[in-house]
T-cell receptor
């Protein structure tokens, strides 16, 4: 079974702090993704990566950065946390392949971040 | 651009009844993939079922089936013999071929409540 883990289920931080959210997958997937989920807004893609040291902006990259130094690990960084970044953060991974079914994304348990 | 529409914000169903969750999509691609995910209150997104645009038969996975009507651009999820544990948010998603990785575009979700 695919397993995607996230470093914290719940996190409380102060405005202005630098925040690291870690995601690790154990299925040798090439693609990794970071989403945030807010009530009424659904899932919005922040950043994604299709290879080590490669990254692409998603729909809402402002205020975030990412790092992928190893294939299995994808980190989301909030350089200076703000209250409007209070949200649920979900990490996902998928195989890189031409067959559409290989685009199936497998998610971690999510991190609920509260910025005070 | 791809778009997913889920028109039912919430649904209430009696236990053991079948339930259909609606999903319509918009794409100009000929080859695409459609996915359904379940999100219980714990927050984790669980992959349920996948349908490829060239698949001639509707996908089935246990109690889940996907009613795929290509001409109508609909991909409704059918849950047979509903159970209390089926209470959750359900998201329809489509694979987006643009960009470096196979991103998913999600609908807004439907909250399903199963009543005993």
């Amino acid at each position: 079974d695919v397993k995607v883990t996230q470093s914290s289920r719940y996190l409380v931080k102060r405005t202005g702090e630098k925040v690291f959210l870690e995601c690790v997958q154990d299925m040798d997937h090439e693609n990794m993704f970071w989403y945030r989920q807010d009530p009424g807004l659904g899932l919005r893609l922040i950043y994604f990566s299709y290879d080590v040291k490669m990254k692409e902006k998603g729909d809402i990259p402002e205020g975030y950065s990412v790092s992928r130094e190893k294939k299995e690990r994808f980190s989301l960084i909030l350089e200076s946390a703000s209250t409007n970044q209070t949200s649920m953060y979900l990490c996902a991974s998928s195989l890189l392949g031409s067959y559409p079914g290989q685009g199936t994304q497998y998610f971690g348990p999510g991190t609920r971040l509260l910025v005070l | 651009a791809q778009k997913i529409t889920q028109t039912q914000p919430g649904m209430f169903v009696q236990e053991k009844e079948a339930v259909t969750l609606d999903c319509t999509y918009d794409t100009s691609d000929q080859s695409y993939g459609l996915f359904w995910y379940k999100q219980p209150s714990s927050g984790e997104m669980i992959f349920l079922i996948y349908q490829g645009s060239y698949d001639e038969q509707n996908a089935t996975e246990g109690r889940y089936s996907l009613n795929f009507q290509k001409a109508r651009k609909s991909a409704n999820l059918v849950i047979s013999a509903s159970q209390l544990g089926d209470s959750a948010m359900y998201f329809c998603a489509m694979r987006d071929h643009k960009g470096g990785a196979q991103k998913l575009v999600f609908g807004q979700g439907t909250r399903l409540t199963i009543n005993p």
